[in-house]
């Protein structure tokens, strides 16, 4: 089983462009890059930055494929989130991603507040079928994180066991983490303890019954995202995630932490 371009792409931005994750401080700005891989062979490349200052931030990343992703379909994309520091959270504004696979593309925009749905544009819009089509009800698009924001947690909150509610513009799902221990990690700009979560996915409106890579995903019992602290801006962000296919692993790992 493999996953559609759409999802991929999705997972992967969802799944690592966390790891710039901004502080309590004026003009803190902090860099990540990440290695996604198929089966160990490379497939894209993903930058991120992160720029603070008082309590607003904003998060801005591009992929881009590579390796042996170049010889499937290029792909790229561009996500970029703003908002504001709480105690316990970081509080979207405004998402947005846009991304190009082949001949297929899409645009997504929303806007929050205080964690509610105010407005969200998908472009072009998906066809729809009544029949199977989850409808995305206004419960739904409530007390919700951003698929970016929504994995970064101050130094001082758990990080896993924990329920992340997130809307990603056309999709309502949980992703249920559980907690399963540390393992080493090292890369450029760290070298220490990670904290292991393991993650459920659990859609819940905005997509279509029966499709194969929603019950794949939602049947996998082996996802994992690990977390690192990032002392200088004192959070826990993803610094690797792994999500089997039946083609191999896709693994997304940080290959520079700071900087």
């Not at 029966?210 to 794949?216: F, L, M, S």
């Not at 692993?249 to 940080?254: E, I, K, L």
């Amino acid at each position: 089983m493999t996953l559609t371009p759409r999802l991929s792409l999705s997972a992967a931005l969802a799944a690592v462009c966390l790891a710039a994750a901004p502080v309590r401080a004026a003009e803190v700005e902090h860099l990540t890059d990440y290695a996604i891989a198929l089966a160990g062979l490379p497939v894209a490349k993903a930058s991120f930055h992160t720029a603070l200052s008082d309590d607003r931030y904003t998060i801005s990343g591009t992929l881009r494929s590579a390796g042996l992703g170049e010889l499937f379909s290029k792909t790229s994309g561009e996500t970029r989130v703003s908002g504001t520091v709480s105690r316990d959270r970081l509080r979207a504004g405004e998402y947005s991603m846009s991304y190009k696979s082949g001949k297929r593309s899409r645009l997504i925009d929303v806007s929050f507040r205080n964690g509610n749905v105010v407005s969200a544009t998908l472009s072009p819009m998906r066809k729809r079928n009544p029949k199977n089509w989850v409808p995305v009800s206004k419960a739904d698009m409530r007390n919700v994180l951003d698929p970016l924001s929504g994995l970064v947690f101050p130094a001082t909150a758990r990080v896993c066991p924990k329920t992340l509610p997130i809307f990603d513009g056309e999709s309502r799902l949980d992703l249920k983490l559980s907690a399963k221990g540390t393992k080493p990690f090292k890369t450029e700009g760290f070298d220490g303890e990670a904290i292991v979560c393991g993650v459920q996915f659990v859609p819940k409106s905005g997509y279509r019954k029966g499709r194969k890579d929603v019950e794949y995903l939602r049947k996998l019992s082996t996802i994992e995202i690990w977390f690192a602290k990032a002392d200088a801006v004192n959070v826990y962000a993803p610094v690797y995630a792994r999500i089997p296919t039946g083609y191999g692993p896709v693994t997304v790992s940080a290959t520079r932490f700071g900087g």
